[in-house]
């Protein structure tokens, strides 16, 4: 389903404008309007991508429309610890490997530093205890620490961090036409439907509709994302008690 299309009337702008019985063209013909509900277009599609974060199976939730995977590579810096995200499209971290060499990557383990018994603060010090074949990371609001810290032989070398991590999908652009929502073909109207809700004007019989029909579709999308991946099975091994 397209952002709006004046042509069809199959876009998310003229789905909420059915929804809303505000009639055809008010909102896409009113450009204040129009901003209005791209704002509440855009929240719904967040409130929605969460739950999806939230319920899926293995099969990781990524914008569809993206032409890369979210996955990131960035230069070792010598003698930095700190490593920042984009805190914009960052969502949750997955995984982290280190290459301290350019060629050989090694999984870093997450570890907090409220638990690391010895004293911190002297970095040659805090890095014996640590390898570049066992790396490990603390995780710190918009980034990380990296243990050990990279030599400038590493950066020489080509040494790097891979992150595997969850996006955020982008925004709607009050001005989009032919863009497409970032979730399955069958739930592209939940964020007409959740966009409706948030117009206040809306009558108390079309919102209690609405929001019957928003919990329903809500529940359907949790429950098709959390088994998407079928190709994962589960299986059941006999105990047996031993009773004395």
């Keep these: 389903m397209q952002f709006s299309n004046t042509t069809t009337k199959a876009g998310l702008i003229q789905r909420y404008e059915r929804h809303t019985q505000l009639g055809d063209g008010v909102v896409s013909g009113d450009d204040t309007l129009l901003r209005q509900v791209t ?9 929605l991508t969460n739950r999806i974060i939230i319920s899926h199976d293995n099969f990781d939730w990524d914008d569809p429309y993206k032409t890369d995977y979210p996955i990131a ?10 490593y920042q995200f984009d805190n914009i499209s960052f969502l949750k971290l997955k995984r982290v490997d280190v290459s301290y060499d350019g060629t050989n990557y090694y999984r870093a383990t997450p570890f907090d530093s409220a638990t690391y018994q010895d ?3 002297n970095d040659a010090n805090t890095d014996k205890n640590f390898s570049k074949s066992e790396p490990y990371y603390d995780p710190k609001s918009f980034g990380f620490w990296l243990y050990p810290l990279a030599s400038s032989d590493d950066v020489t070398a080509g040494g790097k961090v891979r992150v595997e991590y969850t996006r955020a999908y982008d925004e709607y652009a009050y001005d989009d ?3 497409e929502p970032p979730i399955d073909r069958p739930f592209h109207d939940l964020i007409a439907i959740g ?32 088994t998407r991946n079928e190709d994962f099975y589960m299986s059941i091994n ?7």
């Design 195 to 226: 966009a409706a809700l948030k117009n206040p004007s809306l009558p108390d019989s079309q919102y209690n509709k609405l929001l019957l029909k928003y919990q329903q579709g809500v529940a359907e999308l949790e429950a098709y994302y959390g």
């Design 119 to 121: 004293g911190l603060g």
């Design 238 to 244: 006999p105990q047996l008690e031993t009773y004395t």
């Design 73 to 82: 590579t960035t230069p070792l810096v010598a003698a930095q610890r700190d």
């Design 177 to 179: 036409t032919t863009k």
């Design 39 to 47: 704002a509440d277009i855009n929240e719904t599609v967040y409130d």
